[in-house]
């Protein structure tokens, strides 16, 4: 068996793969994240996530870094869309620390007012970083734009109203209506035995049941193709392009993940980097990316370039897109590229955090873990036929949508 799995009377699901290593991980992923939130709200998923740490009903915020740190593991949490994690690395023999520390971060954080106020600055600051980075800004103000009016599209860090409107009471209502423990798996992966396992979650995730409420995620469906241009005082051009695509669930989401690692997958062979930086120069910066969501999806292109190879640079990307829409792939090229694609995925598994995050995930939204031998499959199943559908389904050019940063004159 890959993995054990337990369910606590709470709701909580446990999910544990053993792997022989010094080295084990462990966390919380909760079915809550930016899409939950209300407007009024925007940015409070991820402001909790950076208040979690800041004290207990038990310790001091410089009690809850050090109870880690001092064993050196590491602590950390992030905050997406749909989900927020916290999460811990460790020895094996500081399993038992990190679950009761993570357990009390979760449970038991009081979010003082005074650590509050402290907070807004750091993510008023963080905000600010990013409106000083064209490249990371356009990506949040694409998906804005193609998730317009509904709450995909709203940005993870807020706005600097939003969080400075930011009190414990507004911390503990979100808390009330999303944290729920039968929407909660806590996630391990490392050397331990069932039985430590067992005795372990018996002891600190034992919480009162805390079931969710009638909340319900409303689908997004009203997507309307736009072509927008910004003056920005940048240096370079940044161009984005792109389209709704498929949800997590979506029978096409295997073929996509595919489809979008030979466009601008992170090998340097992919046809965007071949065809347009490595042949012409024109820019450092060229990729495309795929983000499922658990009921629709967002593909996007980023390429930055100097103004004078912008249209040059967009018509080579519209080129790319043309051809995979017209030609399917030779039997070669989608075998080379299965193999890149699975390559990939082996290798991912290096990192054990990010394959406790994974089943933590998988086990979250799909009530299941596949194997690897699952997904491989999967991929060997794909055909061409399946590809150049999917092509012309997504890259559809009267339904592609552009954002362009122009240097200011």
Aim: charged share 25%; proline share 2%.
């Amino acid at each position: 068996m890959e993995y054990n799995l337990y369910e606590l009377e709470n709701g909580i699901r446990v999910i544990h793969k053993p792997i022989k290593n010094r080295v084990a991980h462990c966390g919380f992923i909760i079915n809550t994240g930016t899409r939950d939130e209300k407007i009024k709200e925007n940015g409070l998923a991820h402001f909790i996530e950076h208040s979690i740490f800041k004290g207990t009903q038990h310790r001091k915020a410089h009690h809850i870094l050090n109870r880690i740190d001092n064993v050196g593991g590491e602590l950390n949490a992030y905050t997406t869309k749909e989900k927020t994690c916290v999460y811990a690395s460790f020895t094996t023999e500081y399993f038992e620390r990190a679950t009761e520390l993570l357990s009390d971060i979760l449970f038991n954080s009081t979010y003082p007012e005074k650590e509050i106020e402290k907070e807004k600055d750091v993510i008023i600051d963080e905000i600010y970083s990013y409106q000083d980075s064209p490249f990371e800004q356009i990506y949040d103000d694409f998906e804005e734009l193609i998730f317009k009016n509904h709450p995909l599209g709203m940005n993870i860090l807020g706005t600097v109203d939003s969080v400075k409107s930011f009190n414990r009471e507004s911390i503990l209502k979100f808390i009330d209506r999303n944290f729920a423990t039968n929407k909660i798996i806590f996630s391990v992966v490392g050397d331990f035995t069932e039985k430590k396992i067992k005795t372990i979650i018996d002891k600190y995730l034992n919480q009162p049941l805390k079931t969710s409420s009638s909340k319900k995620r409303t689908r997004f469906t009203n997507y309307n193709v736009f072509t927008k241009e910004i003056e920005k005082d940048n240096y370079q051009a940044h161009y984005m392009l792109g389209n709704v695509a498929y949800s997590s669930k979506d029978k096409n989401n295997t073929g996509f993940i595919l489809l979008n690692n030979i466009l601008g997958g992170p090998a340097m062979n992919s046809r965007l980097n071949m065809g347009i930086r490595e042949k012409y120069g024109f820019t450092y910066n060229i990729e495309s990316s795929y983000t499922s969501y658990t009921d629709s999806g967002l593909f996007s292109i980023y390429l930055g370039t100097d103004t004078k190879h912008l249209e040059k640079s967009i018509a080579l990307v519209h080129k790319e897109l043309n051809l995979l829409r017209v030609k399917k792939l030779s039997a070669s090229q989608l075998q080379k590229a299965k193999q890149q694609l699975i390559g990939q995925i082996t290798l991912s598994e290096e990192s054990k955090v990010n394959v406790m995050l994974g089943m933590g995930k998988s086990l979250l939204f799909f009530n299941k873990v596949d194997s690897l031998e699952t997904v491989y499959n999967k991929i060997n199943k794909l055909t061409s036929e399946n590809i150049i559908d999917i092509a012309n389904e997504v890259f559809a050019k009267d339904q592609l949508s552009s954002l362009i940063y122009k240097p200011t004159k």
